[in-house]
């Protein structure tokens, strides 16, 4: 599929919007308590649900491969032997959903956002980033938001590789936003000087997604 392809919408994607255009799930209830783990109109769950636009792209790793592209020194394609060969690091966190599930102490492995800067250098004028994804799928967030200590490209979690379904080979894991800015499936990153929103950025989605503030929707 190729970047500028239109998913087609499904029974979850139409009822998603309308969640979004009705304000579902708000509580208002936006101070974090010091020792509050959980944010707020969410529910803990153990086990880990699958949520896609209902195309769940089959990527060997003999031919996936990660594109960067746009305002960086190092412009790169890295095939599955490169990105491996990066250095690897461990993060355990939570995630949110939107949707209003949340599962907390998950073990990702991968590289870390702030290793995978280092090598690309982008350029001071890249203060926006957007993921491209094999299904279609796309999502927008800041060099800032990416920027964070527990943001990576992952490739396995909890010791094993990532299925098919969570988004293997490689998926981006951006735990303090709501879990639609975790792109499955990743296949390009680009680097932009102007905000480009994505998929559910322009269907009544947050632009930003921080869990803690009830930003669901925008
Ligand atoms: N490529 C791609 N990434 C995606 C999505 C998608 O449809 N396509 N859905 C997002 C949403 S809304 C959520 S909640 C999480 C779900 O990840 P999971 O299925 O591993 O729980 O993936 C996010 N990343
Ligand atoms: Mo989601």
Redo the contacts with the bound molecule.
Sequence with gaps: MTDDAH?PETKLTTT?RRWAADGKFLTGRIVRPEDERLPPGQHLVKD??????GQQPIIRTESWRLDITGHVEHPLSLDWAAFKALPQSDRLSD?H???TWSRYDNRWSGVLARDFLKLVKPHADAKHIVFQ?????A?NVTMEMFSAPDVLLAHSWEGSPLTR???GPV??VMPQF?????????KHIAFLDQDAPG??EVRGYHNVGDPWKEERYG
Excluded at 48 to 53: A, G, I, R, S
Excluded at 178 to 186: E, L, R
């Design positions: 998913p998603k880990w649900p699958v949520l896609d636009l995630m959903c939107v949707t994804s094999y299904d279609g799928y999502t379904e969570h988004g998926r981006i709501y879990f639609w800015k975790s792109a499955k499936w990743v998929y559910w």
